[in-house]
């Protein structure tokens, strides 16, 4: 081989170095980029979803709390036999934009004061979705998949069960 052929290899290998070497560099730099977008992307929905949560828990500890309390004052007011201010107790709460519906129904299911009137004195499964379910001798508080909550609260009235305080909350998030 004679020197003019060695300087054109020489200098076909310090092209395709400067070629090629900068091409396999930004395809290993694209495909971490790629890798660390993916990493970013999974991590900020475990964020997202354990954001949700934590509200979601929030919202039903303030709901268990605000239905502890209103139910307190259902029981005072019954047992005063007032049911007229039981109702407007129950008209002021509503007027929150949060909160949507409060019924009271006696043990057997039966609407007794609504916040909708048109659902007094009919059954349980007429003013609520089939999802919100009636579990009678509990307190509870269940999330839906709406976000709205719902709550039921027995009230006792001297030592035996009168009924239950249900509320419905639409979660703002």
Known sequence: MCIRDRQYIIYGILILCVIIFPLIVSSIKNAQ?????????????SLQTKAKQDVAKS??????????????????ELSHKQTTQIEKYMIELVKIPEFQELALIDRTGTILLA???????????D???????????????????????????????????????????????
């Open 33 to 45: 980029i790629k890798k660390l977008k993916t990493e970013h992307a999974i991590f900020i929905d």
């Open 115 to 125: 916040t909708d009137k048109m659902y007094e004195g009919g059954e349980f499964s």
């Open 127 to 173: 003013m609520f979705p089939a999802q919100f379910y009636f579990n009678k001798g509990k307190n509870q508080v269940k999330k839906m998949t709406n976000g709205v909550f719902f709550t039921s609260k027995e009230i006792k009235v001297n030592n035996r069960v009168f009924g239950y305080l249900i509320i419905t909350y639409k979660a703002n998030y």
């Open 59 to 76: 919202y039903e500890e303030k709901l268990e709390l605000i239905g502890e309390v209103f139910s307190w004052l259902v029981i005072t």
